[in-house]
Nanobody, 124 residues
């Protein structure tokens, strides 16, 4: 199975940018559909973005569309989430997730492996 480790979180001012990275080990990343989810304090985990195995399909939550970009580099076994124009409501723990199936799903229950999460805090 694959192990996932997120990095790149931190404190950033509103309207600023941050780039998260997810590094995989144990298996070749190209095997999996990859997604990003987030969970704010006191709220349920929600979908952020997903990219399929070939990078031919991406989907985004309406709340981040136009601001966030998901990408993958299968040769390096990494997935990234570029976050621009950050808002206070983007504050959350961000999780990288892997799905065995080839389709770009948006439900957290559809994913098989999860990273430990990285905190993103947006300040005013």
């Amino acid at each position: 199975q694959v192990q996932l480790v997120e990095s790149g979180g931190g404190l950033v001012q509103a309207e600023g940018s941050l780039r998260l990275s997810c590094a995989a080990s144990g298996r070749t990343l190209s095997t999996y559909t990859m997604g990003w989810f987030r969970q704010a304090l006191g709220k349920e985990r929600e979908f952020v973005a997903v990219i399929n195995r070939s990078s031919g399909t991406t989907r985004y939550a309406d709340s981040v569309k136009g601001r966030f970009t998901i990408s993958r580099d299968n040769a390096k076994n990494t997935v990234a989430l570029q976050m621009n124009s950050l808002k206070l409501e983007d504050t959350a723990v961000y999780y990288c997730a892997a799905r065995v199936g080839p389709t770009a799903r948006v439900g957290a229950a559809e994913y098989d492996y999860w990273g430990q999460g990285t905190q993103v805090t947006v300040s005013s």
